[in-house]
């Protein structure tokens, strides 16, 4: 029996295991995956559980996107570019952190087709989803992208990676067709007070958050006449990758997989 699992802290909240368990039986595949709890001193522990095959495949969330890095063997070059990890396998021997997220986000704009090309895009938020995205919108050829965060240091800190990219002064709204929330507002009712609700009517607003599937960001938008969506493309979407980055097998996404995480 294979062993996979999803390492973050909090973790109660993922959808990881439902997804995963589901495509394990649709595909008649013998693994479990669970959701573990972690402290960051716990990570070595964890990795070296992969290296001796204990563990097949592990999912990382916030907060240990990046702090796993240095105890991987060696790093998928998307992973390497945002310094982002969501997913570890083994290949040859080597424990390697792969970024799915990355497609995740791309894959789940191309769902509703929506075109990113020669727009100008807005990140919220500066924590460890915001370079996936960033480099998401810069393959799909994005034209502009502006990035504000609370804590003006840490979207500076991403920018010495993406230069190209516009950092704004919190509350500071550039014009713009597609906004982002990349932030974890949202996930208890709250709202953030960024003057959204004066742009207009004709702009994408989207949410990485999928549950709830209707943050006060996406709710204001619609209220406002504009185009919204919810993360949960995005989230089914990097499961997918990681799937097969793991198994070697194409799950189904269809309206049954969609359904099971409503
Ligand atoms: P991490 O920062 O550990 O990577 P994350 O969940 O990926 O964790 O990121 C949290 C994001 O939500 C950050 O951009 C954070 O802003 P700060 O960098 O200023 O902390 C943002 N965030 C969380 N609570 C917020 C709030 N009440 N208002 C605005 N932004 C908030």
């Not at 208890?188 to 960001?217: A, H, M, R």
Request: with cysteine; charged share 25%.
């Amino acid at each position: 029996m294979k062993k996979f699992c999803v390492i973050g802290n909090p973790i109660d909240h993922s959808l990881s295991p439902k997804l995963h368990n589901f495509w394990f039986e649709k595909n008649k595949i013998e693994a479990t995956y669970e959701k573990k709890l972690l402290e960051e001193k716990e990570i070595p522990e964890l990795i070296e559980s992969i290296r001796n095959s204990e563990i097949n495949g592990v999912n990382v969330t916030v907060p240990f996107k990046n702090s796993v890095i240095p105890f991987l063997d060696d790093l998928s070059s998307e992973a390497k570019k945002t310094n982002s990890v969501n997913t570890i396998c083994v290949e040859k021997n080597k424990v390697i952190g792969h970024n799915t997220d990355i497609a995740g986000f791309e894959l789940a704009l191309r769902y509703i087709n929506y075109d990113v090309k020669r727009k100008k895009a807005l990140i919220i938020g500066a924590g460890g989803v915001s370079p996936s995205i960033i480099l998401a919108l810069k393959k799909m050829e994005c034209e502009n992208i502006y990035l504000t965060n609370r804590t003006f240091e840490k979207a500076e800190k991403i920018k010495e990676t993406f230069k190209d990219i516009t950092i704004q002064k919190w509350g500071d709204i550039p014009e713009f067709d597609i906004v982002i929330n990349a932030t974890s507002v949202g996930l208890n009712n709250e709202s953030f007070d960024l003057g959204l609700n004066n742009v207009g009517n004709n702009k994408f607003f989207y949410d990485v958050i999928y549950n709830p599937s209707e943050t006060n960001f996406l709710k204001d938008a619609k209220l406002n006449g504009n185009k919204t969506e919810n993360g949960r493309m995005m989230f089914i979407y990097q499961a997918h990758q990681s799937f097969v980055l793991w198994n070697k097998v194409l799950p189904k996404i269809d309206e049954e997989t969609i359904k099971i995480l409503r």
